[in-house]
């Protein structure tokens, strides 16, 4: 029989299992104004009513044409949505809100210097820069329809004005988290076979200005090597006028947007009529292999349910002022700065800097200043800011009437300081658990219609039924206290449609394991597989413990374990490497790094750093492990399978099991020893 795959230590293992079952009500004035307090929302949205139920969030869009088919089952599980449907995302954002709402604000964009005023542009504004940014990326980059473009851009304004300037053409975004390195933006221009690079000379984070324009340079010479040429890098200047980075500006392949710009002032592009199921963007994620994957999301369905869930989850108003401070580099900042808000006219904060800079009160200044009424973060966030700046939101007028947490789980004593503390007793909080797959929102309280529970994020959305596998595929009945693979039943309009370039690693990763029958049209017969192990309670709240497979979520971001072993053997010296995740306190979990090293060469403080730079070039800063531990050999079976499931035990301070049965188990005392001493 072949070995089963099995991931030895995952973030599921390490997972505390949390019993606060209490509930807590969203306040009454909350729910006089909530955009759904209907509860037959479930209803309408049950599994009878499906697919025809997300008609509901399809109808809060503009369509150039109606569609035909609700969902296409035909190319089972590449689902499509709204087929038939005509439509542009760019508008969808931005023009049909002109009519009401020209003169209200779009984004505010803060940036991180305090002495530097904040930025509040209109929808009229908006449309401005967005179409004469789409006219420079058609007529002088020479972009159309169907092309992918990879952005490498902060959080600046120029970020959400540039992406849809690309859906107005119809050209896929690629965007790249900014802190990522020039290698690992490289590998997504190469995936991507994109030809033009969009990227910033310099932005600030932590009190510095930092060079980004040297990660430009960076990436196109390594597309280069790997068979990519970006022909052209178009940089936003951080200070229009003002070149602020100090690498070399390169003839014919390096233009200034800014400069270019003024070409196009008063340039106005017809939005491309868009067929629903055209791709609108690619988001590059962490998998279980060491090559990033790009989740390929549609124009009509993406966008329906983004808005519908901004509406119904997130209960934005046109006349609220919202900030979700993740970055727009992840699908959180995509689906809910971006497209989600701006679909339904919101307001949307954009934050160029981090939470605690210059000090922990700088978020709720900036929620003081602009009078943010509803707050978006994740709990690594909440955990640094109740553990540096606990008093800081009191000394603050602002009032939150609704916020979220995202990305990873939130233990109940962060939630209950959000909720008391920054919400002031007077938020409701959703705990909204989804991934960069889904698109959207998966489970969330819906704030108006049901309690909240802390650590909890609650049933599955509208239209969202989840169900909970064990690994012979039984249905782990809500209310056993089992944990399983928690899947979802059904496709949805804001699901992925398929890992860009490579259709058969999607059906392999997320629907083979519980696919009924390969053969099948049926949407019935492919759950989709999220990878997480989760807990549901007797009501139906989901407990996510964490990931089953070799991903770790660091601070709300995901990171292969693969990836940054590669990372690692890029060191000459390194033989073999292998990552664990660890509890940390703020972070959540981090990656604990082993390598064992080839013969002849000595362990050294100076190895542990080149590995530490390899990982900070090849992937960025945010991967960089707690530790980089020299072991003499890596605990392995007989038949040399190195074994994750004894280092993470230890890595995390835990009992280690038998190991007499390994090959080496007298390596395992030699490496507690050197992790417990440290
Ligand atoms: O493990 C889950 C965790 O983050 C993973 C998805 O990461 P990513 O694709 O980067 O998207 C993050 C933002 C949507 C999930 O598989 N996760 C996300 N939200 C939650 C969560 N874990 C617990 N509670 C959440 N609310």
């Given at each position: 029989?072949?070995?089963?795959?099995?991931?030895?230590?995952?973030?599921?293992?390490?997972?505390?299992?949390?019993?606060?079952?209490?509930?807590?009500?969203?306040?009454?004035?909350?729910?006089?104004?909530?955009?759904?307090?209907?509860?037959?929302?479930?209803?309408?949205?049950?599994?009878?009513?499906?697919?025809?139920?997300?008609?509901?969030?399809?109808?809060?869009?503009?369509?150039?044409?109606?569609?035909?088919?609700?969902?296409?089952?035909?190319?089972?599980?590449?689902?499509?949505?709204?087929?038939?449907?005509?439509?542009?995302?760019?508008?969808?954002?931005?023009?049909?809100h002109l009519k009401e709402y020209k003169n209200k604000a779009a984004?505010?964009?803060?940036?991180?210097?305090?002495?530097?005023?904040?930025?509040?542009?209109?929808?009229?504004?908006?449309?401005?820069?967005?179409?004469?940014?789409?006219?420079?990326?058609?007529?002088?980059?020479?972009?159309?329809?169907?092309?992918?473009?990879?952005?490498?851009?902060?959080?600046?304004?120029?970020?959400?004005?540039?992406?849809?300037?690309?859906?107005?053409?119809?050209?896929?975004?690629?965007?790249?988290?900014?802190?990522?390195?020039?290698?690992?933006?490289?590998?997504?221009?190469?995936?991507?076979?994109?030809?033009?690079?969009?990227?910033?000379?310099?932005?600030?984070?932590?009190?510095?200005?930092?060079?980004?324009?040297?990660?430009?340079?960076?990436?196109?010479?390594?597309?280069?090597?790997?068979?990519?040429?970006?022909?052209?890098?178009?940089?936003?200047?951080?200070?229009?006028?003002?070149?602020?980075?100090?690498?070399?500006?390169?003839?014919?392949?390096?233009?200034?947007?800014?400069?270019?710009?003024?070409?196009?002032?008063?340039?106005?592009?017809?939005?491309?009529?868009?067929?629903?199921?055209?791709?609108?963007?690619?988001?590059?994620?962490?998998?279980?292999?060491?090559?990033?994957?790009?989740?390929?999301?549609?124009?009509?369905?993406?966008?329906?349910?983004?808005?519908?869930?901004?509406?119904?989850?997130?209960?934005?108003?046109?006349?609220?002022?919202?900030?979700?401070?993740?970055?727009?580099?992840?699908?959180?900042?995509?689906?809910?700065?971006?497209?989600?808000?701006?679909?339904?006219?919101?307001?949307?904060?954009?934050?160029?800097?981090?939470?605690?800079?210059?000090?922990?009160?700088?978020?709720?200044?900036?929620?003081?200043?602009?009078?943010?009424?509803?707050?978006?973060?994740?709990?690594?966030?909440?955990?640094?800011?109740?553990?540096?700046?606990?008093?800081?939101?009191?000394?603050?007028?602002?009032?939150?009437?609704?916020?979220?947490?995202?990305?990873?789980?939130?233990?109940?004593?962060?939630?209950?300081?959000?909720?008391?503390?920054?919400?002031?007793?007077?938020?409701?909080?959703?705990?909204?658990?989804?991934?960069?797959?889904?698109?959207?929102?998966l489970c969330s309280t819906l704030p108006a219609l049901a309690p909240?529970?802390?650590?909890?994020?609650?049933?599955?959305?509208?239209?969202?039924?989840?169900?909970?596998?064990?690994?012979?595929?039984?249905?782990?009945?809500?209310?056993?206290?089992?944990?399983?693979?928690?899947?979802?039943?059904?496709?949805?309009?804001?699901?992925?449609?398929?890992?860009?370039?490579?259709?058969?690693?999607?059906?392999?990763?997320?629907?083979?394991?519980?696919?009924?029958?390969?053969?099948?049209?049926?949407?019935?017969?492919?759950?989709?597989?999220?990878?997480?192990?989760?807990?549901?309670a007797a009501d139906g709240y989901v407990r996510i413990l964490g990931?089953?497979?070799?991903?770790?979520?660091?601070?709300?971001?995901?990171?292969?374990?693969?990836?940054?072993?590669?990372?690692?053997?890029?060191?000459?010296?390194?033989?073999?490497?292998?990552?664990?995740?660890?509890?940390?306190?703020?972070?959540?979990?981090?990656?604990?790094?082993?390598?064992?090293?080839?013969?002849?060469?000595?362990?050294?403080?100076?190895?542990?750093?080149?590995?530490?730079?390899?990982?900070?070039?090849?992937?960025?800063?945010?991967?960089?492990?707690?530790?980089?531990?020299?072991?003499?050999?890596?605990?392995?079976?007989?038949?040399?399978?190195?074994?994750?499931?004894?280092?993470?035990?230890?890595?995390?301070?835990?009992?280690?099991?038998?190991?007499?049965?390994?090959?080496?188990?007298?390596?395992?005392?030699?490496?507690?020893?050197?992790?417990?001493?440290?």
């Amino acid at each position: 029989m072949a070995e089963k795959e099995v991931v030895e230590t995952s973030e599921a293992q390490i997972a505390v299992h949390w019993q606060e079952e209490k509930y807590i009500y969203p306040s009454t004035e909350f729910i006089a104004q909530a955009n759904m307090t209907d509860k037959t929302i479930f209803d309408r949205f049950s599994l009878d009513n499906f697919p025809n139920c997300f008609k509901e969030y399809a109808d809060m869009l503009t369509w150039y044409e109606y569609w035909h088919t609700t969902l296409d089952t035909s190319d089972a599980p590449c689902f499509k949505w709204f087929v038939g449907g005509k439509i542009n995302a760019s508008y969808n954002c931005v023009d049909r809100h002109l009519k009401e709402y020209k003169n209200k604000a779009a984004i505010h964009f803060v940036p991180e210097p305090e002495n530097e005023k904040i930025e509040h542009i209109t929808y009229q504004e908006l449309y401005a820069r967005v179409n004469e940014m789409a006219a420079l990326l058609r007529d002088f980059a020479g972009l159309k329809r169907g092309d992918r473009v990879t952005l490498h851009l902060p959080m600046t304004a120029e970020l959400p004005i540039t992406m849809l300037a690309c859906a107005r053409l119809g050209v896929i975004h690629s965007q790249v988290f900014g802190g990522f390195s020039g290698k690992a933006c490289a590998d997504r221009i190469v995936d991507s076979g994109s030809r033009v690079l969009i990227t910033i000379d310099a932005y600030y984070r932590g009190g510095a200005l930092l060079d980004h324009k040297e990660k430009a340079d960076e990436a196109v010479a390594a597309a280069e090597k790997d068979g990519q040429k970006v022909d052209k890098v178009l940089v936003w200047q951080r200070y229009p006028g003002k070149y602020s980075a100090k690498t070399p500006v390169k003839d014919g392949r390096d233009y200034f947007v800014n400069d270019l710009l003024k070409g196009y002032y008063g340039a106005r592009v017809e939005p491309e009529r868009m067929d629903a199921a055209d791709p609108l963007f690619l988001m590059y994620t962490s998998g279980t292999t060491g090559k990033p994957k790009g989740c390929q999301h549609s124009t009509g369905g993406y966008l329906a349910y983004t808005a519908g869930t901004s509406k119904y989850v997130q209960d934005i108003h046109p006349t609220d002022v919202y900030w979700c401070m993740a970055d727009i580099g992840w699908i959180t900042g995509h689906s809910y700065i971006v497209y989600g808000p701006l679909a339904i006219a919101a307001s949307s904060v954009v934050y160029e800097g981090i939470p605690n800079y210059p000090d922990p009160g700088r978020p709720w200044r900036i929620a003081q200043e602009l009078d943010v009424n509803i707050f978006h973060t994740a709990p690594t966030a909440i955990r640094a800011l109740r553990k540096i700046g606990p008093d800081e939101p009191k000394k603050y007028n602002y009032h939150f009437k609704h916020m979220t947490t995202v990305g990873e789980p939130i233990e109940p004593e962060v939630w209950k300081w959000y909720y008391e503390v920054v919400g002031k007793g007077e938020a409701a909080i959703v705990d909204t658990w989804w991934q960069t797959e889904t698109g959207g929102f998966l489970c969330s309280t819906l704030p108006a219609l049901a309690p909240m529970k802390p650590g909890s994020a609650g049933p599955g959305v509208p239209g969202i039924h989840p169900i909970v596998y064990d690994d012979e595929g039984n249905v782990v009945e809500p209310g056993t206290g089992k944990a399983g693979n928690i899947c979802i039943q059904n496709p949805w309009p804001g699901a992925f449609q398929t890992i860009w370039g490579d259709r058969d690693r999607y059906v392999r990763q997320y629907y083979e394991r519980y696919c009924k029958n390969p053969d099948s049209k049926d949407w019935r017969d492919w759950p989709y597989m999220t990878g997480d192990a989760a807990v549901v309670a007797a009501d139906g709240y989901v407990r996510i413990l964490g990931r089953i497979d070799d991903v770790i979520n660091v601070s709300g971001h995901r990171l292969g374990t693969k990836e940054i072993e590669s990372a690692a053997l890029v060191v000459e010296e390194v033989a073999e490497a292998a990552v664990v995740p660890v509890a940390h306190e703020i972070k959540g979990r981090e990656p604990d790094l082993y390598v064992s090293l080839k013969p002849g060469y000595q362990a050294s403080a100076e190895i542990e750093k080149k590995v530490m730079d390899a990982i900070v070039s090849e992937i960025g800063k945010i991967a960089k492990p707690r530790h980089v531990w020299i072991v003499p050999d890596m605990p392995k079976t007989r038949s040399g399978k190195i074994m994750r499931r004894v280092l993470g035990a230890l890595s995390n301070k835990q009992p280690e099991g038998d190991v007499t049965t390994l090959a080496n188990p007298e390596i395992v005392e030699q490496i507690k020893e050197m992790v417990t001493k440290a």
